[in-house]
Each structure stands twice: as C-alpha cells, then as structure tokens.
C-alpha cells in the first residue's frame, strides 16, 4: 500500500558545512525518523559513522534502518581529536542554522535561584558562541508560559534577555526568516498553562510547524508529584496524564530536552521528572548547581549535531510503539527518543 507521510521539517538546518538532506514528501515505505546523538566519553560528537554501525528496535524487535546521515557541523579545523572518520561534506539544501529555546522554570525558593542566576550567565556566554543561522529563543514558565524572547539570531538581545530580563515584559520581537514561536502559540493555553508539564506540551505544540530539529535546555528544579519511597530520604516524583501528553507533543515536533537541574543539593524529589523528560526524547539530564562551565561544556558538544535516522516503520497496530538505539563502537553513548506515536 503507498502511504503518505510527510515529512515535516526535513530541509535540515545547517551552518555552511552542516549536512542538507531533502527527502521526497511521498514515499513507498512508511518511515520513523530518530534523531541520534553518539558522542565518545569526553562528550565529543562522533562523526563519520554510517547505517551499519546503528542498530534500532521497535517494540523490542529488530527493525530495518534505511539510512544515518549526520546533521550536524563540522570537525573543528586540524581534525577533533577523536579516530572517527569526518562525514564528506554533502551539497546544502533549504534553511540552515540550529534552533535552540531555553525554557526557564523559574522560582524563588532559596534552593533554587542561586544556581539558576549563575545558570542564566552561562546560557548568556553560550549563545555568545552561537553561529550565524542558529536562532535561539527564551520561554519562561513561572504560574504560566510566556515568550521572553522569540527566535532571533541576535546574541546581544538574548544575553540581555538572559542576563536581566526574565521578569520583566517580554521584548518586541519579529520573526527571523520565518521563524517564529509566538506566530504559532496558543496564547490562551499558554495563561492556562498552570503546570510545568502542560507549558511543555503548549510550547511543543508551538514549535511543531518550526522546520527540522529542536533542541531545548531546560533550566530548572523539576516537576511531578511526590511520592515517599521507603529508604530513600527524597522520595520521587510521580508522572500523570499531563507528562505523557508533553512527551508525545515533544516527540511529534521532533524537541529534545536537555535538562539542567538548578537546584542547590545532590538529590532531590523533583529530579527524576528531569531524568524522565530527558531520556525520552534523546537529551541528557546534568546537575548545574556546581561547575556550571562544565554542564555547558557538556550541552555544547551535544547540539554539535545528530544523526537522522530513517527506519522502516513496521506493519503493526498504531498507537505508542518503544525505540531503542544502539552502536556498534566501544566506549561510545547514544542518545535518541525512546518512543513515537503513529
């Protein structure tokens, strides 16, 4: 049966040297994309790495994976230290540039504002680093969602935004080549956005019509509902229908979450809803109350790029279907969404 898919946001954002691939809107073959990121045990990406080094299940079972191509920019100039093989550089197709939103959940609780006013200077110095075709954005989530500052490629007006101006009215902005979470968000879900997870949904929703893949560093202390364990001082914080309804908003507008945890302590309640965020949509989840420069370091080296891949998508019942990624180089980690929804 020939089946439609549209592939919504596959003319990949590039700097000059990041992959362009264009796939053709109809295909024969129902694929999933999964958006992989393998980086060795210094945190460097790993580049030069084909089909045959990824292995990929679905629901638990072998699935056929068509074709890895790595999105991302190029090995610094005099090579990147790593053995891996440089991807040759491939013709550029559509857009280009990162898209990279800061979603700041913001509190004042004494726990918690110190690590994120040094974590919202280090966000400062990140996007001073960014490279002409990204755009960043700010969000903030307090009692609900707002725009601080929409995509833009402008570093002075996003450190400003970063370094003063969460509290303040957000700044007049027009979208960037097109670009734009205000001109899709729902302003009237996001007052009523009352949880941090149903922020993450309307947000998702929002970056949805937003071409390719987009990366978003959460800067914040957690979510969930707690829950005592016995043995454990801190006891967890249990997910409801709000969580799985932002993780299956993030998956379908292809957003990965990494998670940075602003609070002052080395275990708290709220954490594992971090962890959880992470884990399923491909990011990681870093403690930032101490050493700041390193979770930075950290977050740097993973939006260095990805690897798409596209799996054959089998012929099973629809609904919520598990993925697992994995590669076939020793001393490597992979992360990549561990779930899809057809």
Known sequence: MRVVVVLAGLLIFAHPGWTQVRFDERVDVARVLVDARVVDSRGRPCRGL?????????DGRPARLQ?????????PAGGDGSDEPTAAPQPRVGPAGRRIVFFVQWSLEPSRITGMLQMLRESARFVERLQPDDRAA??????????????TG????LRAALYG??????????????VSIRAHLDPGKAARAATPEKALAVLADALRPVEGAKDLVLLGHGFGQYRPVIGSLVGTATLDRDYDAAREALVRARVTVFALDVTDADQHTLETAL??????????????HQFQDLAMD???????GYYMLAVERPARRRGRHTISVHVNRKGTDVRARRCYVD
């Open 50 to 58: 084909d089909a045959a080094d990824f292995r990929v299940e679905i």
């Open 67 to 75: 074709s890895a191509t790595w999105i991302g920019l190029p090995a």
């Open 138 to 151: 700010i969000m903030v989530f307090d009692y609900h969602l707002r725009v601080r500052q929409d995509f």
């Open 154 to 157: 402008d570093r002075a007006r």
């Open 165 to 178: 101006g969460i509290l303040s009215d957000a700044p007049r902005t027009t979208p960037t080549d097109g």
């Open 275 to 288: 962890m959880t965020a992470a884990d399923d949509t491909g990011g990681f989840y870093q403690k930032a």
């Open 298 to 304: 950290r977050l740097e080296g993973a939006l260095q």
